[in-house]
């Protein structure tokens, strides 16, 4: 898995300029990806992320929400593509070059399920301790306070983790026209 | 050198299961149509499965066939006359034989079963062939010295062979023919080798040697006969039979006791006749065993599974291949001297590369597809015994068996299907007596029927029998404590109730069904497979069992259209006609409802891109046209910018990685790589409507 990302990394590292390749070199708590959303850092546990694939334009998705951009074929799987801009109530959300996909997946009762998510680069793999995390502030803040799984503190940045189960979860995505279809 | 016939076995096993199940439909074919054509057909399924069987050394399944083949012989002859008795013993047969070979295949011994069969065959076999022998003595064999001999008077038969020097070249090998003799008894071989040239004139390939055999043994000629079945017309062959010496003069007194014999086995025939009602009852067991070893055999035949595919999509694989292979040379010779002026070439090179490595990889999906027929067609047995079983009579009506779907999803439709019409066979078709008694035909319906729709695939079990009444099944519940007494339930609820675990109406617990088990697993299996079942009945008219599967792999024959910047696919299925928007009057009627007045009906017409959002900086103009396209028996025309091209897709479920999406049935995968929704005409036009009656709401 590491290696896989570090592989990743590679690719997108010419476009990044804070890259920090020390991976593996510390093998205390749990890897997290990092990465840049409206200016912001957050992160996510590693072992969640599948793949990372280039920014593409998906295929539209009749009545969907504004964060909900489409659905793209992930090599024969259809699945549905978030931005995380447009989720998490940033005024602008462009698609540069370094915009990516970042494809993660989550559990959900016994079930493997898979989501895009849009964001403005990848910047960091870093190892945290559990107890290094902090609980967020509880101040009425502009992300969804559910999707937020505490904060930490990387060199000089505070990287908020976000909460998977909550942020893919279909329930929380509001989508006009669903679930009734073929009776 | 010696050869590993172990590595045959698959291949043998795979056709010979084939073979039994051509003999199956033919045999039931027989029933209504004695073609002679059919008997050759199982007559040839026979032999190849005996031939097999002999030379695998499957000795017990080669003995058995054997006498299934005598019979179906004088059959095929027009010796014997095609009864149902005959053909229910053939059937029975099938039965033994996917038994035995399922424990071979196993590599379990074979149980004894089948002996009861055999010796079954041997007195019917032996008591009609007297029979015949005294209709038409003449026959056959009146040529050879002592055929009309009664068989008792045989030890022997003394067989000179004379094979044509060419013999070895076809394929065929004196010493195995021997051995098969041998089988058959005590044998002497003499070769004569007299025609044998000396060594430097020899050809190794050729045969020189003819033989003398003398086979001591009580069997009648036509298994003899039969070792040289294949030879017959490449050698010289004559087989005399040797008698037990009796003087001429015993001869016919034994000719006259012969004719008491004839009345002795006559009488045999008949009690035999009384002893196979009783048996009748007795083998009612029999198709039940066999059932449960079929359901094994299937789950252990998965490891190993194979499949047949249809010539078309082989070709079509074919074909593909061949593209791939042009624009890798295409590619290649690029490749060899590129500069920067050839970059669009290059691209549009590796565009085709990528649209055919897709298409490639669609079509190899597209051998998993196969016609539901594989599954319909081993129902029209299992109705046939069980109406026998149960005294009814049923017509089984097979609809739609040309509907493809994915093999994995009809491997596990099979039981629960099977279950289905067992089910509709014992509780909802009626006895004859009852039936006539409400005044219906005195042959129930049962209709198996299949087809897609709205990205599903439907089954329906329809019968015409005496429906699910709800009273009982009320009461039932009650009584299980399912439901408490009193409470108001909708009907189809309660209907319903039947696919919960521990349910069972039937009074009487039946072989066939009622045992509570059954209805439940069917849901489960179903639901399994992201399918439903449905139930509707009519007290006294019928129940409609209909299973919905998703087409999770399924093939839609589709059309490619275009919508603001979004390609779609519309079910082709579907679609009624196209008119271009400029052709027609588009009318308001009812509050700002656009219709087409089509023949004096008016279709609502509905806009994809104000339907679907579709944001766009150009608003929509009156160019375009208008599909017309039907679901459930609503029509509805669906405004769209371009009719492009037509092609099969491959459906993918939203719904694996998403939810669904009323008016959108799955999704496909294009042949440049992109997503494309599939249009689900009924949701669509429902939730049309639906959104204009709250546009209404919204305005009052």
């Known amino acids: 898995m590491a290696s896989d990302i570090q592989d990743v990394l590679n690719e997108q590292s010419q476009n990044l300029t804070s890259m920090n390749m020390d991976l593996g070199d510390e093998d205390k708590g749990s890897q997290f990806l990092s990465f840049d959303v409206g200016g912001e850092e957050f992160a996510v546990n590693i072992l969640s992320v599948q793949e990372i694939r280039g920014w593409e334009n998906p295929t539209f998705l009749p009545n969907s929400p504004i964060y909900i951009k489409g659905v793209l074929n992930l090599r024969g799987t259809i699945v549905p593509v978030m931005d995380l801009r447009n989720r998490f109530n940033f005024k602008k959300a462009n698609y540069l070059d370094t915009t990516v996909i970042i494809i993660l997946k989550v559990s959900h009762a016994d079930k493997e399920r898979l989501m895009g998510c849009v964001v403005d680069g990848v910047s960091d793999v870093f190892n945290m301790e559990e107890s290094e995390i902090s609980d967020v502030p509880d101040y009425g803040s502009g992300v969804d306070s559910r999707f937020t799984a505490g904060v930490m503190t990387v060199g000089e940045h505070a990287v908020t983790l976000l909460e998977l189960t909550n942020l893919l979860s279909l329930d929380l995505i509001k989508h006009t026209y669903t679930g009734v279809s073929n009776g | ?700």
Not at chain 2, 42 to 67: L, Y
Not at chain 2, 535 to 542: C, F, P, Q, R
């Open chain 2, 1 to 700: 050198m010696e050869i590993d016939l172990s590595q045959f076995h698959e291949v043998f096993f795979e056709e010979s299961f084939e073979g039994l199940d051509v003999m199956e439909q033919e045999l039931l074919n027989l029933e209504e149509d004695t073609d002679l054509e059919n008997v050759n057909t199982i007559f040839r399924a026979a032999h190849s499965i005996k031939g097999g069987s002999a030379t695998f050394n499957f000795s017990q399944v080669a003995e058995f066939t054997h006498v299934m083949e005598t019979l179906l012989d004088e059959m095929r002859d027009g010796k014997r006359a095609i009864t149902r008795e005959i053909i229910d013993l053939l059937l029975k047969s099938v039965d033994c034989l996917r038994g035995m070979l399922n424990k071979l295949q196993d590599g379990e011994e074979v149980s004894n079963d089948y002996v009861e069969l055999v010796d079954y065959f041997n007195q019917l076999l032996s008591s009609d062939s007297s029979g015949s022998k005294q209709q038409d003595s003449g026959e056959s064999n009146a040529a050879d010295l002592g055929s009309s001999e009664p068989k008792s008077a045989i030890s022997g038969w003394s067989i000179s062979f004379a094979p044509e020097n060419y013999i070895l070249q076809t394929g065929n090998e004196p010493i195995r023919m021997f051995k098969e003799l041998a089988g058959l008894g005590g044998l002497k071989v003499e070769a004569d080798l007299s025609k044998v040239p000396s060594f430097s004139e020899l050809d190794p390939e050729l045969c020189f040697i003819s033989w003398q055999l003398e086979l001591d043994t009580s069997e009648d000629e036509q298994p003899v006969k039969e070792v040289f079945e294949w030879v017959e017309d490449d050698c010289k062959l004559s087989i005399k039979a040797i008698g037990s010496d009796p003087s001429s003069d015993v001869l016919e007194q034994d000719e006259k006791l012969s004719e008491s014999v004839v009345e002795e086995v006559k009488e045999e025939v008949n009690t035999s006749d009384t002893t196979k009602t009783d048996t009748s009852t007795e083998k009612k067991l029999v198709p039940i065993r066999t059932e449960q070893s079929k359901q094994t055999s299937v789950k252990k035949a998965a490891a190993t599974a194979s499949i047949r595919v249809g010539i078309d999509k082989v070709d079509t694989l074919i074909d593909l291949v061949g593209e791939l292979v042009i624009t890798q040379s295409m590619l290649g010779e690029l490749g060899e001297n590129f500069d920067m002026s050839k970059v669009e070439q290059l691209i549009s090179g590796l565009r085709e590369l990528e649209a055919n490595t897709r298409e490639l990889q669609e079509s190899v999906m597209r051998i998993r597809m196969l016609p539901i027929g594989f599954v319909f067609n081993r129902l029209p047995r299992m109705v046939r015994d069980l109406s026998a079983q149960l005294g009814k009579k049923i017509d089984l009506k097979i609809v739609g068996e040309e509907t493809e779907l994915d093999k994995t999803v009809m491997e596990q439709i099979g039981d629960p299907l099977t279950h289905l019409v067992r089910n509709a066979l014992d509780h909802g078709v009626e006895s004859v007596e009852d039936r006539i008694a409400a005044g219906k035909p005195e042959i129930g319906v049962l209709t198996l029927n299949a087809f897609h729709q709205g990205g599903n695939i439907i089954i329906e079990i329809k019968d015409d029998g005496k429906g699910i009444d709800p009273e009982i099944i009320y009461a039932k519940a009650v009584e299980k404590g399912m439901i408490e007494d009193g409470i108001d339930i909708p009907h189809e609820q309660i209907i319903g109730m039947i696919m919960e675990p521990g349910f069972s109406t039937a009074a009487v617990v039946s072989d066939v069904s009622g045992r509570g088990v059954g209805m439940d697993v069917v849901k489960r299996n179903i639901n399994n497979l992201g399918g439903s079942v449905d139930i509707a009945s009519v007290l006294g008219e019928g129940t409609t069992f209909t299973i919905r599967l998703p087409l999770t792999l399924a093939i839609l024959d589709g059309q490619l259209v275009r919508s603001a910047d979004q390609i779609y696919v519309i079910p082709l299925a579907s679609i009624v006609e196209s008119i271009p928007l400029s052709g027609i009057q588009v009318t308001r009627i009812a509050g700002d409802m656009p219709v087409y007045k089509n023949e004096g009906e008016y279709i609502p017409i509905v806009d994809l891109r104000r339907e679907f959002d579709i944001q766009l900086e150009k608003q929509s103009t009156n160019e375009g046209l208008i599909a017309i396209v039907e679901g459930e028996n609503r029509k509805i025309a669906i405004k769209i910018d371009e009719l492009l091209g037509q092609q099969q897709v491959v459906i993918k479920s939203l719904e694996s990685h998403y939810k669904s999406i009323q008016g959108v049935s799955g999704a496909t995968i294009l042949g440049d790589g992109r997503v494309s929704l599939i249009l689900d005409i009924v949701g669509l036009s429902k939730r049309s409507s639906e959104r204009m009656s709250r546009d209404r709401e919204q305005v009052a």
